[in-house]
């Protein structure tokens, strides 16, 4: 992606971003809306919202892509998964090969019946509290991520994490996965 292209992006995303800010907030159409935001910004084939637990646990409240559905009210146990490996380390995590990454929640994805291939695990986070993270799954056209591509998912989910706080906390609810 040439330099024009990508500033684009960074626009676009930006721009969707600040329009959060304009009007009221409500939670869980926020975390629909930060998906498609970072779908933008990384193009996917899947991406899902995960709120953090008192414990430390995941559970997704929002989801995009084939099985979306099947995914909402999923639970992670703390530190499961790429996803688990983010909420403790609080940084993003790339992996363009998901199967050869021993952190990744194989058996989960296989019961869904989806490949995860890559993806990308950001946390969301206010005043050093973990709200959150997000993945982004299969990149489109590559599996390799792109440092600028990292950037603008970090800077989303930065404030991803005041807008989460000006709303209240993603309340999780649903089932053990």
């Known amino acids: 992606m040439d330099s024009a292209a990508r500033l684009s992006v ?13 009007g009221p907030i409500e939670a869980g159409r926020l975390q629909d809306d930060l998906l498609d ?8 084939e899947a991406s899902s919202f995960f709120a953090a ?10 989801a995009r892509g084939k099985v ?5 009210g999923l639970k992670l146990k703390k530190g499961v998964g790429l996803a ?10 790339a992996v363009s090969d998901v199967a050869s990454d021993p952190r990744h929640a194989a058996a989960f ?4 019946g989806f490949e995860t291939r890559s993806l990308v695990a950001a946390p969301v986070v206010h005043d050093g509290k973990a709200l959150g993270v997000v ?18 998912v970090e800077r989303i989910m930065r404030t991803a994490g005041d807008l989460l706080a000006r709303a209240g906390e993603p309340k999780p609810k649903g089932r053990r996965g």
């Open 53 to 62: 637990g008192a414990r430390g646990d995941l559970t997704i409240v929002a």
């Open 109 to 112: 994805a296989k019961a869904l």
């Open 84 to 93: 688990g490996a983010c909420l403790a380390d609080r940084r993003i995590i």
């Open 37 to 44: 935001i970072a779908m933008q910004a990384i193009p996917c």
């Open 68 to 72: 979306s559905e099947q995914l909402k």
């Open 135 to 152: 993945e982004l799954v299969n990149k489109t056209g590559s599996n390799e991520f792109q440092r600028h591509e990292l950037e603008l």
């Open 10 to 22: 960074k626009n676009v995303v930006l721009e969707r971003l600040l329009c959060l800010f304009s």
